[in-house]
């Protein structure tokens, strides 16, 4: 049995991304989708454009082709033939197609619209698996290969937007070729749009050419906003970290009618962690990005929806229902809402620091960071496990890494991390001691480092802050919080279930908060955000899953 002709000039080798299914699974698809007779020249979908369907060639031909800027005419990626599956992982993300697809020999397919091929992903476990593994693999290769151009992002390295679409763009698997500003190939894409370097961050793509483009407005391109017109839900959960993936997962995969909101992305804090070493099951660690990006696809696989950027602006309860209130104005009606936005590091209270987290400080020590200083010597702030992958993952880039706490590391780093941190020659460990000043001009090139012994400046071309984590405000006015900002849960809401305040409403309901039940009935707080978390990976992703038993309990679909 043939494979698909695949142009490898510009990707890898098409195994196992391009593979026929086997027989035994193609028969399958008999009970899905309709037999569509076509015609040469016929576009099933459009790169930019449309969103894409599953189709199954019968019989003809069927030509993947990339949409290249700057070129007269597309180029033709794979050739599909009789018993190939035509689609990519768009199909789940809910993506516009990357590419295109016409027919260049007449025949038939069948035609797999959305709602048959979510039909589809929830009864066929074997070849749900097998179209998964696939289609997963179809991207990571035109992820770097053949389809990549299909959107150029031109940027300058050291510009914080810039930063923030390029790793964006990482993080929902986009593919995409980043263009740096000021190499000829830049300069020629903005020449030919007729724009200055003043118009950074740009996407030319399939759509249009966007100028000073953020991730929302990529989004959008990409057709990865909440729809205006969207119905209403059983479950929303606001954050896409690990507390919220694994209330997604878990929801969606019991019958939940769920979508994800997230303000960045998918990923959270832990997508910032280069190295998690003691989450179960993988014993040789995995990056915080690989892991929630797997969990992203897990939880479109059930069938959750992921929307990101997207702002939860506001929750009201001032009529009885809780309604949510996205930063467009969208209201929403969810029968369930689980809160786990986490926390984010803050910034330190020095001068110039607004000015050098545009070129110079960084919350996150990914590979898209990483790169931005190699070789270099650089400052991690903090002294949580953050910190401590962060330290790490920049030592073995080649980099001399001074580690800078305020307390001792044992005190909220794991053990083996500050073991490995003491003895790394690359990295030097300074506890009990602080950054007190910025130095620089348009970069950062040393700091001053303030211990119980005096100042010295350090030099230094980055810094990496994970320093003192704070939860998001958004809820402080709706739901009990504690001093610090952090949500009060079930048995933390004790006092306030015997208060005038809170005893109206729970008595009428007959009951008391239930795990991971905020002060407001049917909304769930989970991870980070909530008073009493471990502000561990594996401890989030628990309560996300249990959180999702206390949601069933409270639409009255479990005891």
């Known amino acids: 049995m043939s494979e698909p002709d695949f142009d490898e000039t510009n990707a890898a080798a098409p195994t196992p991304a391009f593979e026929k299914l086997p027989p035994q699974l193609l028969s399958r698809f008999a009970d899905y989708g309709v037999i569509e007779d076509t015609t040469e020249g016929d576009i099933l979908f459009q790169a930019g454009r449309d969103r894409q369907q599953l189709y199954v060639v019968q019989d003809g031909v069927v030509e993947m082709l990339r949409y290249e800027p ?9 050739r599909y033939g009789a018993g190939d599956v035509v689609g990519e992982l768009a199909l789940l993300t809910g993506q516009t197609s990357f590419v295109t697809a016409r027919v260049a020999e007449a025949g038939r397919v069948r035609r797999v619209d959305a709602s048959e091929f979510r039909r589809l992903m929830n009864s066929e476990t074997e ?15 035109l992820s770097t290969g053949a389809v990549a151009k299909t959107i150029e992002i031109i940027g300058d390295a050291h510009s914080g937007g810039s930063l923030a679409l390029r790793t964006y763009a990482a993080r929902h698997r986009i593919p995409h070729v980043w263009l740096e500003a000021g190499t000829p190939e830049a300069e020629t894409r903005l020449e030919e749009a007729g724009l200055t370097g003043a118009d950074l961050p740009l996407v030319y793509s399939a759509k249009g050419i966007f100028p000073r483009t953020t991730p929302g407005e990529l989004a959008y391109v990409l057709g990865l906003t909440y729809p205006a017109d969207a119905r209403d839900v059983d479950l929303v959960v606001i954050g896409a970290g690990p507390g919220g993936m694994a209330a997604a997962v878990y929801g969606a995969s019991e019958g939940l009618d769920t979508i994800v909101l997230d303000s960045t992305g998918v990923g959270g804090q832990a997508a910032a962690s280069s190295r998690i070493e003691n989450y179960l099951g993988f014993p040789s660690g995995i990056s915080g990005a690989e892991l929630l990006e797997n969990s992203a696809l897990q939880a479109e696989k059930f069938g959750a929806q992921i929307y990101a950027p997207c702002t939860v602006a506001g929750l009201d309860v001032s009529t009885g229902a809780v309604v949510l209130s996205l930063s467009d104005g969208t209201r929403m009606t969810p029968r369930a809402t689980v809160i786990a936005t986490g ?12 000015e050098f987290e545009a070129t110079s400080i960084y919350y996150a020590a990914t590979d898209i960071e990483v790169r931005e ?18 330290a790490l993952h920049l030592a073995a880039s080649g980099n001399e890494v001074t580690l800078i706490s305020r307390s001792p590391l044992r005190k909220s780093m794991s053990s083996y991390l500050a073991d490995r941190l003491a003895s790394h020659p690359s990295i030097t460990v300074e506890e009990g001691a602080q950054v007190s000043k910025l130095h620089g001009g348009s970069t950062l090139s040393a700091v001053d480092v303030t211990n119980g012994e005096g100042t010295r400046m350090l030099a230094c071309r980055g810094l990496f802050c994970f320093a003192g984590a704070q939860p998001e405000t958004l809820w402080e006015s709706v739901v009990e919080t504690d001093a610090k900002g952090f949500i009060l849960t079930d048995n933390d809401l004790a006092d306030y279930v015997s208060s005038p305040e809170g005893g109206g409403t729970w008595g009428a309901l007959g009951r008391t908060p239930l795990a991971f039940e905020t002060s407001i009935p049917t909304v769930f707080a989970v991870g980070d955000a909530r008073r009493g978390s471990m502000k561990r990976v594996a401890a989030a992703v628990g309560e996300g899953a249990s959180a999702v038993h206390s949601v069933h309990r409270a639409l009255g679909g479990a005891s």
């Open 343 to 354: 926390a984010r590091y803050r910034a330190l209270p020095l001068e110039r620091w607004s």
């Open 70 to 78: 700057g070129a007269d005419s597309a180029a033709v990626v794979v």
């Open 127 to 141: 070849l749900s698996d097998e179209l998964l593994r696939v289609l997963s693999a179809r991207r990571d290769v």
């Open 373 to 390: 200083v190699a070789g270099e010597a650089v400052v991690v702030v903090g002294g949580a496990n953050s910190a401590g992958q962060a």
